[in-house]
Each structure stands twice: as structure tokens, then as C-alpha cells.
């Protein structure tokens, strides 16, 4: 079993940054045979959306909402994922989480988030206006 803790949110206003973390724990198996890393997020009323993933070879995508804003980045000997937002706006406003799987072609928007097999418990990010 791989664990994924979430950390890092809070509340800043328009136009501010945050940085959330996501630190994986398990035996050396699990966490080191992830294959995709993702954040997703999740507004009271919405769908769960994605927001950024990450492969093993470290090849990223972004929802166009977020591009040029967030930065995906993970450090594999921590175990860490990562995400800088930045120029963060009313609408980003939601529960962050981290998800992680074995299987790389997860890595992918089109595929839905109920596939992934590993979940944070989620972390709150609230941006004002």
C-alpha cells in the first residue's frame, strides 16, 4: 500500500502563491513503482478535476485553467510531490488532492480520476478576491 499526505494549503488573496506538497509513504516497492503522480481538485457542487500529472520519466501535463501558473515537479528521492501555484485566482479555490498509481498510461486527462488507485486525504486551498 502506497500513503499519500497532502500539505501546504491555506488562504492567500488574488494574485498570490502557495506551494503544496504531497509526501508518499510505504515499503520500498510500492513508493518506488509509481509510475504517475497527479493533483486534482474538487469545488463543493463540481467534479473532481484534474489539474496537473506527472510520469515516471517525468513528462508533465496541465489543465489549460492552470497553465503558465502551476508547476508540477517531484523529487523522487523524498518521495515528494510538488505544486507551485502561482498568480492564483478566486476560482482556483478548492480541495487539493494527491493521487499516484503504478500504471503510466493513467498520466493522461482523458482517463478518469476514479482509476487512480492511491489518494491524499486532500488539502484546502482558498484564494480571495
Known amino acids: 500500500q502506497v500513503r499519500l499526505v497532502e500539505s501546504g494549503g491555506g488562504s492567500v488573496q488574488a494574485g498570490g502563491s502557495l506551494r503544496l506538497s504531497c509526501a508518499a509513504f510505504?515499503?520500498?516497492?510500492?513508493?518506488?513503482?509509481?509510475?504517475?503522480m497527479a493533483w486534482f481538485r474538487q469545488s463543493p457542487g463540481k467534479e473532481r478535476e484534474g489539474v496537473a500529472t506527472?510520469?515516471?520519466?517525468?513528462?508533465?501535463t496541465y489543465a489549460d485553467s492552470v497553465k503558465g501558473r502551476f508547476t508540477i515537479s517531484q523529487d523522487n528521492a523524498k518521495n515528494t510531490l510538488n505544486l507551485q501555484m502561482n498568480n492564483l485566482k478566486p476560482e482556483d479555490t478548492a480541495m487539493y488532492y494527491c493521487?499516484?498509481?503504478?500504471?503510466?498510461?493513467?498520466?493522461?486527462?482523458?482517463?478518469?480520476?476514479?482509476?487512480?488507485?492511491?489518494w491524499g486525504q486532500g488539502t484546502q486551498v482558498t484564494v480571495s478576491s
Open positions: 493521487a499516484a498509481d503504478r500504471r503510466a498510461w493513467i498520466c493522461d486527462f482523458a482517463v478518469s480520476y476514479s482509476n487512480y488507485n492511491y
Open positions: 506527472i510520469d515516471s520519466n517525468g513528462a508533465t
Open positions: 510505504g515499503d520500498t516497492y510500492n513508493t518506488y513503482s509509481i509510475n504517475c
